[in-house]
């Protein structure tokens, strides 16, 4: 699993491409907890084109952020999912948790 993270005017979006799952919660949990830190940031995107599996360990991650970030006011925004990681959001009823974007 690669993360990148890009910062833009208010916004700050953490791509990341391959596999989403409990090997990468430190670094993803690392990302994310720098960018609610910073005040320049309002909101956070997470790309998610590029990620051909997602597990019950990412969709957990994505909870905690999504947790972390209300506690500051930055809301979160899921980006470009498709194939397995846009099913497995859709069956964990993710668009009722998540501003879910595509063709950003």
Same mark, same amino acid.
């Given at each position: 699993?690669?993360?990148?993270?890009?910062?833009?005017? +208010?916004?700050? +979006?953490?791509?990341?491409? @391959? +596999?989403?799952? &409990?090997?990468?919660?430190? %670094? &993803?949990?690392?990302? =994310?907890?720098?960018?609610? %830190?910073?005040?320049?940031?309002?909101?956070?995107?997470?790309?998610?084109?590029? #990620? %051909? =599996?997602?597990?019950?360990?990412?969709? $957990?991650?994505?909870?905690?952020?999504?947790?972390?970030?209300?506690?500051?006011?930055?809301?979160?925004?899921?980006?470009?999912?498709? @194939? #397995?990681?846009?099913?497995?959001?859709?069956?964990?009823? &993710?668009?009722?948790? &998540?501003?879910?974007?595509? $063709?950003?």
């Amino acid at each position: 699993m690669a993360i990148d993270i890009q910062v833009r005017d +208010r916004s700050a +979006r953490i791509a990341m491409s @391959g +596999r989403f799952d &409990f090997e990468v919660h430190r %670094d &993803f949990k690392n990302v =994310y907890m720098t960018l609610l %830190d910073k005040p320049a940031v309002h909101e956070i995107e997470v790309e998610m084109s590029k #990620v %051909d =599996y997602l597990d019950s360990a990412a969709l $957990g991650m994505l909870m905690l952020l999504h947790d972390r970030a209300k506690e500051v006011n930055k809301p979160v925004v899921l980006l470009n999912a498709s @194939g #397995v990681a846009s099913q497995v959001m859709e069956v964990a009823n &993710f668009s009722k948790i &998540f501003i879910i974007r595509t $063709g950003c």
